[in-house]
């Protein structure tokens, strides 16, 4: 990137800067939850469509896209960013705290649209050689906007040839930028087992089938898979996280319902935890003449980070800011982001953009005094806008 490119990045972004807060501020003070962006998705049109793009609204829901075609005609990048709120309630005294009961920010994606909007704000005001699509998804802690906005034809007209998402992160210090090659999130499915025995008198179990028994067998055994079955380098998860059957002390159960997730990382495990699950359990159920359900609910693939891509990013956070900024993150969380239906679709890069300033913004994500240090609004500006300009020389050779 030119030195004069770099100043003028930096100098833009801080006539920005207070308008990208002030539109965090909004958007924490307005939260809507998944699917629901209405308010949210209007705002960004309108703000969007004011700067010259073309904006296109109801994109997979409440999806918004923005195209920013540049004076010069070249390849197209896409930024995305998701919009949508959580039903936890606000709990922290500051003025722009939540005004709506039960619903908050509490995972920083009003932080994502303001930095989406601040970049277009400021890549509208430089010469492009190439087009920036710019896009706010819905729904992204469930059930899922990506998949929608692809079949409604986000990633074609300009064909998307590549895509960055950032997210915020409280476990790194300010303008901290984290990055992973390969990997960087789970594939994240959802398993629903009924146990199904035979009920009857607590005082005959030999005429019934327990599946309150056999459940508890089954519990055991699937935690065994993990321990015993999967390779100790290899990611993997199995939570239980609900289970519910029986009426009361003196009835044997007829039925038990388990509902859990599995985190993988490789796609290998991925299709083979569940096929062991289903053994297990057929096993066990079947030894004490018992019978079984079993559903798997498939949902959010792996991110797996395009290491070209990762290589513009350093490259970006380095000229901008120096080497230091950059922190290498080596494994996979094992969380769930969908930004994955894009990476499946062209090479992409999500990384993740540290807000930790102090204590008061020291809070886990989803948690209800969960807030952001504010200067890191204006880093994830630049680096944004300065991965659009990197990408675009790249792909044309200079
Ligand atoms: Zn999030």
Do not use: W
Request: include cysteine; charged fraction near 25%.
């Amino acid at each position: 990137m030119k030195e004069e490119l770099r100043q003028k990045l930096h100098s833009i972004a801080g006539s920005l800067e207070q308008e990208v807060i002030n539109l965090r501020r909004h958007f924490h003070m307005n939260p809507e939850l998944g699917c629901e962006e209405v308010e949210t998705a209007k705002k960004i049109a309108e703000v969007l469509s004011g700067a010259g793009l073309q904006v296109r609204e109801g994109v997979g829901g409440t999806g918004v896209v923005a195209v920013l075609k540049g004076s010069e005609s070249g390849p197209t990048v896409g930024l995305r960013a998701d919009m949508d709120a959580l039903p936890i309630e606000d709990k922290k005294e500051v003025p722009y705290a939540s005004r709506v009961e039960g619903k908050m920010h509490a995972c920083g994606h009003d932080a994502h649209v303001a930095i989406l909007m601040g970049t277009a704000l400021l890549l509208s005001k430089i010469p492009l050689a190439g087009t920036v699509k710019f896009i706010f998804q819905p729904a992204e802690e469930g059930p899922g906007g990506a998949e929608p906005m692809i079949k409604d034809g986000v990633m074609e007209d300009p064909h998307v040839q590549a895509m960055y998402a950032l997210h915020v992160d409280n476990r790194l210090e300010t303008g901290r930028i984290g990055f992973g090659v390969g990997a960087v999130s789970a594939n994240v499915d959802d398993v629903l087992i009924k146990i199904l025995g035979r009920g009857g008198h607590a005082a005959a179990p030999h005429v019934t089938v327990d599946a309150i028994a056999l459940s508890g067998q089954v519990i055991v055994a699937l935690q065994n898979i993990i321990s015993r079955t999967v390779k100790p380098q290899e990611p993997a998860v199995i939570t239980l996280g609900r289970i519910q059957g029986g009426y009361r002390s003196n009835v044997i159960a007829p039925e038990v319902t388990l509902e859990g997730t599995l985190r993988t990382v490789s796609s290998e495990l991925r299709e083979e935890l569940p096929r062991r699950i289903e053994k297990v359990i057929k096993g066990i159920v079947s030894a004490f003449d018992g019978d079984y359900e079993f559903n798997l609910l498939p949902g959010y693939p792996a991110v797996v980070n395009d290491k070209s891509l990762v290589e513009i990013l350093q490259l970006t956070a380095d000229e901008l800011y120096g080497n230091d900024i950059l922190c290498e993150i080596t494994t996979p969380l094992m969380g769930g982001e969908d930004f994955s239906f894009f990476a499946q679709k062209v090479p992409g890069c999500f990384f993740r953009l540290g807000t930790r300033g102090g204590l008061e913004t020291a809070y886990p994500g989803h948690n209800s005094y969960f807030d952001i240090d504010e200067s890191a609004l204006r880093i994830g500006m630049e680096i944004m806008a300065g991965l659009v300009f990197n990408y675009l020389a790249r792909e044309r050779n200079e």
